[in-house]
């Protein structure tokens, strides 16, 4: 290989994940406008709703972005394929629920995200009734598109292995995680997405599996 070529190789590269990060944190940015209403006065049931309305649009022109971009989105659904969401859902349980709190023992800090979460169900009357919908229905759809979807589509260009990692590494670290087992446990919340994503080929199953799992947490709440 000459040296000419070499360049030619690590400039496409170097420009190929220049372009992923930034468009990374442009969807990072984005995704935290619907946040900012909450932040205003989290106590307000219209904050909250203006927030899961502007959390609609963005996921709507998400959509309509990644759907330029890949049709890898939507199919007919297959039983198979929910009966491997199902699975995938005992093995998420069994690695949040026993194995993980084994490891780092069962009165560890809850990350921001989750701190966040909480304060809000404990609003109680509509306001926690608005963020129980964003939580189990918007939020799966907005952060599959995001981090499944685009980010996905993006790191394609750099292999498989930078596909799988980045958008895994950027969920994590988006949910706020500051300490080990909070790492952990975004991390493998977002490996098990990217499996459920990768083996179904389709974006449709990982925000079902996704919405499933919130449920779930909602309800253990």
């Known amino acids: 290989m000459t040296i000419n070529r070499l360049i030619t190789i690590v400039s496409r590269v170097l420009g190929q994940l220049i372009e992923l990060v930034l468009v990374t944190v442009l969807i990072y940015l984005i ?10 006065d989290k106590s307000n049931g219209w904050f909250v709703l203006i927030s899961i309305v502007s959390s609609v649009l963005v ?11 890949t049709t890898d989105i939507f199919e007919k659904i297959y039983l198979k394929k929910i009966g491997f969401i199902i699975i995938m859902l005992l093995l998420t349980t069994v690695l949040m629920d026993l194995i993980i709190p084994a490891i780092f023992g069962q009165n560890q800090d809850i990350s921001l995200n989750q701190k966040m979460i909480e304060s809000m169900f404990h609003q109680g009357g509509i306001v926690a009734l608005l963020f129980k919908l964003n939580t189990v229905i918007i939020a799966p759809i907005i952060e599959e598109i995001a981090f499944r979807g685009i980010i996905f589509e993006e790191a394609k260009p750099l292999g498989k292995v930078v596909q799988f990692i980045w958008p895994t590494f950027v969920f994590a670290a988006v949910h706020g995680p500051a300490t080990a087992e909070q790492w952990t446990i975004y991390l493998t919340a977002g490996v098990l997405l ?16 996704h919405m499933m799992h919130n449920l779930l947490s909602v309800v253990g709440l």
């Open 31 to 40: 995704l935290s406008v619907p946040y900012i209403f909450i932040f205003i």
């Open 59 to 69: 996921s709507y022109f998400g959509y309509r972005y990644l759907a330029s971009k």
């Open 194 to 209: 990217m499996i459920v994503r990768l083996m179904t080929k389709k974006l449709q199953y990982s925000v079902i599996f």
